[in-house]
Nanobody
């Protein structure tokens, strides 16, 4: 059974930092493209950052220079370090893992709330 479990969300003041973690099980993590997406109230889910199995990282323009995605294949975990947080970063953040072994797979975590407010 595949599980993606996010942690690290919470309430932070503007300009602050948070580190999200997503622990995966039931997949071959090292060959998966992993990523973070977010969904704010009334908006569609959007890409934040992805990290391919080959080490290629992709960031949304809103995340460039402030957020860093990283992975630890030994721990089956992907991280999102978020610095200089803004109120517009407030959203539910979702972990994603996708890839292909005989057939494609695409899994989501349950989400973790990030609220940036003074």
């Amino acid at each position: 059974q595949v599980q993606l479990v996010e942690s690290g969300g919470g309430l932070v003041q503007p300009g602050g930092s948070l580190r999200l973690s997503c622990a995966a099980s039931g997949i071959i993590f090292s060959i998966s493209t992993v990523g973070w997406y977010r969904q704010a109230p009334g908006k569609q889910r959007e890409l934040v950052a992805t990290d391919s199995s080959g080490g290629t990282r992709n960031y949304a323009d809103s995340a460039k220079g402030r957020f860093t995605i990283s992975r630890d294949n030994a721990k089956n975990t992907v991280y999102l370090q978020m610095n200089s947080l803004k109120p517009e970063d407030t959203a539910v953040y979702y972990c994603n893992a996708r890839g292909r072994i005989l057939s494609t797979y695409n899994y989501w975590g349950q989400g973790t709330q990030v609220t940036v407010s003074s």
